[in-house]
């Protein structure tokens, strides 16, 4: 049983049932699951959630679902201490929260494997979502499982790999001609006109509680408790949001001491409407057109940018921009120290990590983890010049002529 008992209004605290509904009937401001957090506080222990099972469904009674749930082995990533890549950045305590490893390589399986159980739960036969690639990878994956129909949009110029990694699936995939935003609002008038479940629009309150496992996960891997800098992407900022909310829930629920960590927001420079609002000093989101390789979280009319950009001033973070240059550079240093190959999205926050290190924004001895998103696989082809192999014949004198340094390192071997 869940403890969840209704979707409130995040502005106005209007209250409405756990049904597929997003936004406020009086205000249109965005709809929160609320639960009995005392009821639960009864249920939850440290031990109870760590002799759960090793995926996102261990934090199930923190979640607003029924039994049976969509389960294709997402989350409980591995938090791994990373000191050659903090050696490089100057960083004395560095971790990387691997999202990389979730079924469909992004964490966005935890936000569509709470979605898509719920949809289930609410009778819907069909699914949709309106994606810059990962999303919809996720979507076609869950929906497969659960014996649910599916339809993605996304736009037409995305990477090949993020499209074979959803069309496998066998949904009905949509290439929109136009940037995410007008994807996006495309599906804004299919859902009313159709009556799909769409994962990121109508049944967002439910994507939003799934991605708050990430917070979650690092804190019970740092043997329960928040680190003192957490660095993440930032899209339409809703998981920003929500890695901050699950650290404070955990606090709530005194499974940890109060959170006193200071949350930074990185995009990439071409999509930055987030970072644009932080260094004019408001709250207030303009919305921008987007020209990046970061593909994946280039959304120009963030939803969430407004919460996100409140996070960052209650956690005494920050909110900075990288160029794409400095994108690539950022996926080949974490490939290159610590063996990890992540996408545009990863190499965001490695390089905004670097820049908030050399500029002081985070100390050397801060405690940090750095969420990194999505798997390099994806987007192979901005990382291409690396692909530079040694052509040989099969023989030893081939080798030989054509590798000469390998001569003087076996010497020392
Ligand atoms: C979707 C996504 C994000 C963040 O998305 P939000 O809309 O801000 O929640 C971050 N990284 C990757 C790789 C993503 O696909
Ligand atoms: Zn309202």
Not at 51 to 77: A, C, H, K
Not at 108 to 136: H, M, P, Q, W, Y
Not at 189 to 214: C, D, H, M, Q, V
Not at 313 to 337: H, P
Request: some cysteine; aromatic content about 8%; proline content about 5%.
């Amino acid at each position: 049983m869940s403890y969840a008992t209704s979707l409130r209004c995040r502005k106005c605290g209007g209250e409405y049932p756990l049904k597929a509904v997003n936004l406020c009937d009086f205000c249109f401001s965005p709809l929160d699951v609320a639960y009995d957090y005392k009821a639960m506080s009864r249920r939850v222990s440290r031990q109870a959630l760590s002799s759960g099972p090793p995926s996102m469904w261990r934090y199930r009674d923190l979640l607003p679902v029924e039994d049976p749930v969509v389960d294709i082995g997402t989350g409980f990533t591995p938090l791994t201490r990373c000191d050659n890549l903090g050696r490089e950045l100057g960083l004395e305590q560095l971790y990387i929260k691997n999202d990389c490893l979730n079924p469909t390589y992004s964490f966005k399986d935890r936000a569509v494997a709470v979605a898509i159980t719920k949809a289930r739960e609410l009778g819907f036969r069909t699914v949709a979502c309106a994606s810059t690639g990962n999303l919809a990878a996720s979507v076609a994956a869950h929906a497969a499982r659960a014996g649910l129909r599916a339809y993605v949009f996304i736009p037409a110029d995305i990477e090949a790999g993020k499209v074979v990694g959803t069309a496998v699936y066998g949904p009905t995939v949509v290439a929109v001609e136009g940037s995410y935003d007008r994807v996006n609002a495309l599906c804004n008038r299919l859902a009313e006109a159709y009556g799909w479940g769409f994962i990121n629009i109508s049944l967002r309150p439910y994507y939003a509680e799934g991605s708050k496992t990430l917070g979650y996960e690092i804190a019970e891997q740092l043997d329960w408790r928040s680190p003192d800098c957490v660095v993440a992407p930032s899209a339409s900022g809703l998981l920003f949001t929500r890695i901050w909310k699950g650290l404070n829930e955990l606090s709530m629920l005194g499974l940890i001491e109060p959170v006193n960590t200071h949350m930074h927001l990185v995009q990439a420079a071409g999509s930055s409407p987030i970072v644009n609002a932080y260094r004019a000093g408001t709250l207030h989101v303009h919305p921008v057109e987007p020209h990046t390789i970061a593909k994946s979280i280039a959304v120009g009319n963030p939803a969430d940018g407004h919460y996100a950009l409140k996070v960052v001033r209650e956690s005494g973070g920050s909110a900075s921009a990288v160029s794409d240059d400095e994108v690539i550079a950022g996926m080949k240093l974490l490939a290159r120290t610590e063996g990890i190959f992540t996408e545009t999205a990863g190499g965001v926050v490695i390089a905004g990590l670097q820049n908030m290190v050399r500029s002081g924004v985070i100390r050397r001895d801060e405690l940090t983890v750095a969420c990194i998103t999505a798997a390099g696989l994806k987007t192979q082809e901005v990382v291409w010049d690396v692909v530079q192999p040694i052509v040989i014949q099969p023989t030893l004198e081939s080798f030989k002529e054509r590798v000469p340094a390998a001569g003087t390192a076996a010497e020392v071997r």
